[in-house]
């Protein structure tokens, strides 16, 4: 079964906090990345934490995710993607699908999609009329090569497009949306005592 990696270690200096910890239609958005996955039929899944890592243990309710501390969260998205896939090693997923923690209109259905028949050799992105987004996903043969690229804020950007004639791009925009939240004004304010940090870009 395809595993769920959740990005969710970034401090959010441009909203104001860490995104995972921000409320909104009634749950954290480190909690509703978290129910997505489930939803999609992703297992198991692992959420990557850094900034406001204690506070992510405490306030949120997430079952029985994995948590993965990222203690260089603060070099960028990369550091969290290679920690996230290192733990995974130790699981028997074929592939993990990979979602940030700051797009909360990424939808079951979407990851459904993505994952469709998803194997250890599988490169597939959610489409978006002429976008690339999430959920993004790494067939197992994949996740050492990701790693090797995956530096500052580029998350898997490199690896993608060195091997471009191999992603899949599967239409989602009907099923989801991939507005990221990147200021208050896009969503509600992060819970009080949220730290004013730093953050984590899109994965591409």
């Known amino acids: 079964m395809t595993a769920g990696l959740v990005l969710a270690a970034g401090a959010g200096r441009r909203y104001g906090g860490p995104k995972a910890l921000v409320r909104r239609d009634g749950a954290l958005l480190v909690e509703r990345a978290v129910a997505t996955a489930r939803a999609g039929g992703l297992s198991p899944v692992y959420v990557v934490v850094g900034a406001a890592a204690d506070r992510v243990r405490s306030d949120a309710d997430l079952g029985d995710a994995v948590l993965v501390d990222n203690p260089d969260w603060a070099t960028g998205m990369g550091s969290s993607l290679r920690a996230g896939l290192a733990a995974l090693t130790a699981t028997d997923a074929p592939a993990a699908a990979v979602l940030l923690v700051d797009m909360p209109g990424v939808t079951p259905a979407a990851v459904e999609r993505v994952t469709a028949g998803a194997g250890p050799r599988t490169l597939a992105m959610g489409g978006y009329d002429d976008r690339r987004g999430h959920p993004v996903v790494l067939g197992r043969e994949h996740w050492?090569?990701?790693?090797?690229?995956?530096?500052?804020d580029a998350g898997a950007r490199a690896y993608l497009r060195a091997h471009a004639a191999d992603v899949t791009v599967v239409p989602c925009g009907d099923?989801?949306?991939?507005?990221?939240?990147?200021?208050?004004?896009?969503?509600?304010?992060?819970s009080?005592?949220?730290?004013?940090?730093?953050r984590g870009p899109a994965l591409e």
């Open 175 to 190: 099923v989801a949306d991939d507005t990221d939240l990147d200021t208050p004004d896009d969503g509600d304010t992060p």
């Open 144 to 152: 050492a090569g990701v790693a090797r690229t995956a530096t500052g």
């Open 192 to 198: 009080p005592g949220a730290e004013r940090l730093d």
